[in-house]
């Protein structure tokens, strides 16, 4: 420094920090030209906070050449910390909670998600204050490769992105266009490499598929029924989800939930559905087709008993069931409560089996009809065996062979009754049976509307035929 402090206007002295794998200028500063040392605090800048290896160059100025300045000495000071290790992982757009899977279409859809969420926490970048960083992204199958800019969230360890990177299904893939474009059932590789410590690497994945829009339908014993269709008590209730291809992750069985509330009584149930096996009796699942195994009662004035295997509702009351596809939307179907005009029986025991007239007078021009109640609990019915005095079985009469008014199926506190002739008088060959003392024997399966286990039943009626 000249010795002359108006000469020392005259000079300057321009120090660059490079990267030295690069060559890049990550920063620079003037030294003062008043005092013989000069100090340059490094540690809070961004670009230096990267680079694993710097360099140091000096330019000297002076405007008089009489004067110029003279460096007698440099150096670099630094203190040696821990590094900590950092995490990265897929997450909701939220950016709370991670995901395994994420659902794409085949092209940008509005409303619908279509991007890819990234958190990375890493306390080493935000020491430094470190305001962004990009990570790398790496389809598995389509070999589409991009990279991802992330911000820092705030003060905190976290990097972050709002918007997402946008991703579509296709066949074919670009790279580095800032649009991934993904297989079904490709695997998406994020990467991490922590710039202050190149040891410390980070990688998640998850599993990409394309997104199809679920088909609720709802059934009853009876088959499927429409929209706002009159619900019985004997009714009993199953949900069947079609084209739910984007939650079949696996060849191995898989399954969803749905709900089935009532708008008055808000009772709400919660069904599982099974994935349907590829076919009857296999064990690949790879159909998209899901159905709830056990029967949703309907009852009325008992109370509503959440999640208890019973819907408590009314006469006019709505009931929905709802499946929520997290991807598209709520999927629904509506329907009117029970018939306020359906008497409920009762009875002693669970169940009953009843014949009128009894005796049967087969020259009397009436028919004999058959009634099954239920009192505590629903009955499915399965067979009816007839058999003699002595004990003989006499015939077997299936469940598809009796045409009942309300089914086989028999919610509690509610009958079932024949229509028509459900037996001819005939034995298993064919013949005409006698007059004379014989018992029917139901076969079936009844479930318990307090405890809601399911049992084998059998129950046997004496009737006498007069000919």
Same mark, same amino acid.
């Given at each position: 420094m000249p010795g002359n402090a108006a000469d020392r206007d005259e000079i300057s002295l321009e /120090?660059?920090?490079?990267?030295?794998?690069?060559?890049?200028?990550?920063?620079?500063?003037?030294?003062?030209?008043?005092?013989?040392?000069?100090?340059?605090?490094?540690?809070?800048?961004?670009?230096?906070?990267?680079?694993s290896r710097i360099r140091l160059e000096a330019i000297f100025n002076t405007n008089n050449t009489a004067v110029a300045p003279v460096l007698k000495q440099w150096s670099v000071d630094w203190v040696t910390e821990a590094s900590l290790s950092s995490s990265i992982r897929f997450v909701d757009k939220q950016g709370v909670d991670d995901?395994?899977?994420?659902?794409?279409?085949?092209?940008?859809?509005?409303?619908?998600?279509?991007?890819?969420?990234?958190?990375?926490?890493?306390?080493?970048?935000?020491?430094?204050?470190?305001?962004?960083?990009?990570?790398?992204?790496?389809?598995?199958?389509?070999?589409?490769?991009?990279?991802l800019q992330l911000n820092r969230n705030?003060?905190?360890?976290?990097? /972050?992105?709002?918007?997402?990177?946008?991703?579509?299904?296709?066949?074919?893939?670009?790279?580095?266009?800032g649009l991934l474009e993904l297989h079904n059932g490709d695997t998406l590789v994020v990467r991490y490499v922590d710039p202050i410590d190149p040891s410390d690497i980070s990688i998640d994945?998850?599993?990409?598929?394309?997104?199809?829009?679920?088909?609720?339908?709802?059934?009853?014993?009876?088959?499927?029924?429409?929209?706002?269709?009159?619900?019985?008590?004997?009714?009993?209730?199953?949900?069947?989800?079609?084209?739910?291809?984007?939650?079949?992750?696996?060849?191995?069985?898989?399954?969803?939930?749905?709900?089935v509330y009532d708008n008055v009584t808000k009772d709400q149930e919660t069904i599982i559905l099974y994935e349907e096996p590829d076919t009857e009796g296999g064990n690949i699942y790879q159909t998209g087709e899901f159905r709830s195994?056990?029967?949703?009662?309907?009852? /009325?004035?008992?109370?509503?008993?959440?999640?208890?295997?019973?819907?408590?509702?009314?006469?006019?009351?709505?009931?929905?069931?709802?499946?929520?596809?997290?991807?598209?939307?709520?999927?629904?179907?509506?329907?009117?409560?029970?018939?306020?005009?359906e008497e409920v029986v009762g009875g002693p025991g669970a169940f009953n089996l009843l014949f009128a007239p009894n005796?049967?007078?087969?020259?009397?021009?009436?028919?004999?009809?058959m009634r099954i109640e239920a009192y505590t609990g629903s009955l499915t019915v399965e067979k009816i065996e007839i058999y003699n005095l002595a004990g003989e079985l006499v015939n077997t009469i299936n469940v598809s062979d009796i045409n009942m008014d309300r089914g086989t199926r028999i919610s509690s506190k509610t009958r079932s009754t024949s229509q028509g002739i459900w037996w001819n008088f005939s034995d298993q060959h064919g013949n005409q049976v006698s007059s004379g003392t014989y018992f029917a024997r139901l076969v079936g399966r009844f479930t318990d509307e307090l405890t809601m286990q399911t049992e084998d039943v059998t129950f046997l009626r004496k009737f006498v035929i007069v000919r």
């Open positions: /120090i660059f920090i490079v990267n030295a794998d690069n060559g890049e200028r990550v920063h620079d500063f003037r030294v003062g030209n008043q005092d013989t040392s000069f100090t340059e605090v490094l540690s809070n800048i961004p670009a230096l906070a990267t680079a995901v395994d899977v994420v659902r794409l279409n085949t092209d940008i859809v509005a409303g619908e998600s279509n991007s890819i969420f990234v958190l990375l926490q890493d306390e080493n970048l935000a020491q430094r204050s470190i305001p962004r960083i990009k990570v790398g992204l790496h389809a598995l199958q389509s070999g589409d490769v991009d990279s705030g003060i905190s360890n976290e990097y /972050i992105t709002s918007a997402g990177m946008p991703g579509v299904i296709r066949e074919t893939a670009g790279t580095n266009n994945s998850v599993l990409v598929v394309q997104r199809t829009r679920a088909v609720l339908t709802v059934e009853t014993q009876d088959g499927p029924v429409d929209e706002d269709q009159l619900i019985r008590t004997l009714d009993s209730l199953y949900l069947y989800v079609t084209n739910e291809s984007d939650h079949d992750l696996s060849p191995a069985q898989d399954s969803i939930f749905a709900d195994r056990t029967a949703l009662g309907i009852v /009325i004035n008992q109370g509503a008993r959440f999640e208890n295997g019973r819907l408590e509702t009314a006469a006019g009351n709505i009931i929905t069931a709802e499946y929520f596809d997290i991807d598209t939307a709520t999927v629904f179907l509506r329907m009117v409560g029970p018939d306020p005009g005796p049967y007078k087969s020259n009397s021009g009436e028919v004999m009809r």
